[in-house]
């Protein structure tokens, strides 16, 4: 919007200078001619951005011929502006002819101060375009910068999303699957047992997929709204996911002497034992399991869980490994510390926060 009105506003303003320059003589060649070089001059201020050094040698000429300087400001000024930067002397050259040619006509003779005030005239005004061409240039590439630093923060955000809705569905169904495993290995062993124990352990199944999708679907909730936990957070239940591992079969003994904990902290307590009992499920299974939820003196949360190292096959469930990783990082993000491994004869996950 603002060179559709500011070049016609200049090539308007170069004619109407054109006319005061036949009215007041400003060159001694016949009106007619100044008429003819300031009309041409001022045209082809048109295309200054285009062809900056046409306009450059063009608005010179006609200010020679004419005396009307509006042409060779605009085309000397565009010469040093948008032509390449090794062409720019020739725009200050192209400037300085014309101002002298203007003297030479005016005054029928060229003295050396003529030819200096041409040069230091022709310099200031290519000074002067050279400056906001660089000034120009400056602005577009802090603004390229920008645009690509944007681009890497959004890059940057779009994987961490991604890596935290990994992390959040391998909570989720990690825990949940190894619990119908264990369900379904119980039916697999007494097909031919109790039909009651049959039923309770189907309908155990039909109940542990069910939370599944539910807990999926929250969790996709929170990924899409941003929300946070809040205290009364399903995901926050020690209590809760401790009887649906004891309904699977799972031997598990909880002792929690951590009290309130704000919500960040309660889900990661919450993840931390979710991902011990569903390693000690598929590792170790039928092992009995502890999980022990403590508070400092200094107001620290230590969560441990513990199961008994077992010669039992492991439950033949796919894994990649990175149940771990994710919690650590989790927790490091949480600024607490976790460590995993054996103790004696057990195995121990432990995580403070």
Known sequence: MERRVLDPALVLGCLALTVLAA?????????????????????????????PLVAAVVGSAAYGLSGNPGPWLLGVYSGAAYAAR??????????????????????GRLQSSDIAYSAVAAGAVVALGVWVAA????????????????????ERARTDERTRIAREMHDVLAHKVSLIALHAGALELNAGGD??????????????AREALQELRDVLGVLQTGAKAEPDD????????????????????????????????????YRVVQEGLTNARKHAPGAP???DV??????????????????????????????????AERVRLAGGSIHSGPVGDRWRLEATL
């Open 23 to 51: 009215k007041g003589h400003w060159s001694p060649l016949p009106w007619p001619v100044i008429i003819a070089a300031g009309t041409v001059g001022s045209a082809a201020q048109w295309f200054r951005r285009r062809w």
């Open 234 to 269: 399903p995901f926050a239940d020690l209590a809760a996911l401790v009887k649906a591992a004891t309904a699977a079969g799972q031997p598990v003994q909880l002792r929690d002497r951590a009290g309130s904990q704000p919500p960040a902290t309660a889900r990661v307590v």
């Open 135 to 154: 000034r120009d240039t400056g602005r577009q590439e802090r603004a390229r910068q920008d645009e690509k630093d944007r681009a890497v923060r959004e």
């Open 289 to 291: 399991v502890t999980v």
């Open 86 to 107: 090794k062409l720019v002397p020739v725009a200050g050259v192209a400037g300085w002819a014309g101002f002298a040619a203007w003297s030479w006509l005016d005054e």
């Open 195 to 208: 039909a009651d124990r049959i039923r309770q352990g189907a309908e155990l199944i039909r109940v542990t």
């Open 294 to 327: 403590e508070r400092g003196d200094d107001d620290t949360v230590t969560v441990t869980v513990e199961n008994l190292l077992t010669t039992a096959a492991p439950l033949d469930l796919p894994g990649a490994g990175a149940g771990l990783v994710g919690l």
